[in-house]
């Protein structure tokens, strides 16, 4: 660990990338189910749930990271919740006041981001044990991980379910003349899961590394 | 220094807390203006959907002040008591149902515009199964006859009490009756499973949301009798 590692080191670079692919939160470590079914009915919400958990994942990394040698070990586990908690009240009162229709739809979402278990996890696991600006990566990394299957995921839902991609709509409306009609079904939170276990499929299919040998 | 003693830890977490609690009042104090403007801007477009005016947040302010042409606060015998614009858009109805009957302001919005008319919309407030529930009624000139309404709620569970707060569950209320044949007044009834279709004293409660539907129907009851002198003497 010299300090003349570049900023963008192969080894810093795999912390934003692993997370994205062979080690995602959400995918392969299965966490932080609950939201990801909740908001990703359309794309908007999405995006900017994503957002605020990567700024949160990120910020709190960080600052965890920079106290790591004097938090007394007892109390770890509240030191790091009352750094989230904090950020967290801190990104619903920005959302308040610039995007308060969004912040509506995200309604107790954006409270919970707290109990998300990546954000914990990530705390536990890397900002305790590593610099200011690795811990920054792997926060950035996990919450772009986190926010590209809720993406996907938003992305099928709001097409299927509502013809729209981002609030546009972009099926026809010859289409519906025709006797098309958008599934309902798949607006539901059950339809959300099996999506992401689609995801999880092709993901394995294609990384024969992430199957289990049993 | 020893980072595991017990006088370490207890001060590491004041100071902590200490900290924390500071940097979110900043935070608090300095986004409170802007949070305050977006609620105003919703209120001003639910008070436009009570009579079936689309708006966005955008367009809000401009549709409000050009179609909300008179608002002032009345008391409970009808006599008007105030006819400031911005005090009678101020008016917390969860402060004002507190009050005793005769004490209460009582908010009214006029609503004009060419091929609708003019409409009475009066806010109301109650509670739900979770928390507060809202909304605004708006009457025909006659006193008597609704209009239109639009209901939202804090955290009434979705897809059961949150119904209310869907176009599906607001448009049946339009041409309901609010006082009987006699003149006396009655409110609207809830009914499970829907009673008579275009029955002008009752509405369909939701099903799963009976908390909420009862809450909705007490609402209406509370909010509108305390008009009652006053939609009397619009007729």
């Not at chain 1, 499929?201 to 590394?209: A, E, G, I, N, T």
């Not at chain 2, 802007?34 to 009579?51: H, P, S």
Request: proline share 4%.
């Amino acid at each position: 660990m010299s300090d003349k590692e570049p900023l963008f080191s192969a080894k810093n670079r795999k912390l934003l990338k692993n997370p994205l692919s062979s080690d995602n939160p959400i995918t392969v470590q299965v966490l932080g189910i609950c939201s990801a079914l909740a908001v990703t009915a359309k794309l908007e919400p999405a995006v900017v749930m994503s957002l605020s958990v990567m700024a949160v994942t990120a910020f709190a990394n960080v600052i965890i990271s920079l106290l790591r040698n004097t938090i007394p070990s007892r109390i770890r586990i509240i030191v790091q919740l009352v750094v989230v908690a904090a950020l967290v009240i801190v990104v619903d009162q920005v959302l308040k006041a610039f995007a308060y229709e969004v912040s509506k739809q995200l309604s107790v979402f954006v409270g919970l981001i707290i109990t998300n278990c990546i954000i914990m996890g990530r705390l536990e696991a890397f900002a305790l044990g590593n610099k200011p600006w690795p811990a920054f990566l792997d926060g950035i990394g996990n919450g772009a991980g986190y926010g590209v299957i809720l993406i996907i995921v938003a992305f099928f839902r709001e097409l299927l379910g509502s013809g729209a991609i981002y609030g546009f709509q972009v099926v026809p409306k010859a289409f519906y003349d025709m006797g098309y009609q958008n599934n309902g079904l798949i607006i539901l939170p059950p339809m959300a899961l099996i999506t992401v276990g689609i995801i999880i499929w092709v993901q394995r299919s294609r990384d024969k590394s992430l199957i289990e040998s049993n | 220094m020893n980072t595991q003693s017990n006088t370490y830890t207890f001060l590491y977490a004041s100071i902590m807390v200490v900290l924390v609690a500071a940097v979110l009042s900043f935070a608090a104090l300095q986004l409170k203006p802007r949070q305050t403007r977006n609620i105003e801007i919703e209120k001003k477009q639910d008070i436009l959907k009570a009579v079936n005016i689309a708006s966005t947040p955008e367009n809000a302010e401009e549709l409000y002040n050009q179609f909300i042409v008179q608002s002032f606060t009345v008391n409970a015998n009808g006599d008007i008591t105030s006819e400031d614009k911005n005090a009678t858009f101020a008016v917390d109805l969860k402060i004002e149902n507190k009050k005793k009957l005769e004490e209460r302001k009582l908010p009214v919005f006029i609503f004009k515009k060419e091929g609708i008319g003019e409409k009475m919309i009066i806010p109301i407030r109650g509670r739900g199964m979770w928390g507060p529930i809202w909304g605004f009624v708006s009457m025909e000139p006659d006193g008597k006859t609704i209009y239109g309404a639009t209901f939202g709620n804090k955290g009434e569970t979705p897809g059961l009490g949150a119904e209310i707060s869907k176009p599906e569950f607001q448009k049946p209320f339009s041409g309901k009756q609010i006082f009987d044949e006699t003149g006396k007044f009655t409110s609207l009834a809830l009914v499970k499973g829907g009673g008579a279709v275009g029955h002008p004293h009752e509405f369909d409660a939701v099903s799963g949301g009976t908390v909420t539907s009862k809450g909705l129907e007490a609402m209406l009851r509370e909010n509108l009798s305390s008009y009652e002198m006053y939609l009397k003497s619009s007729k």
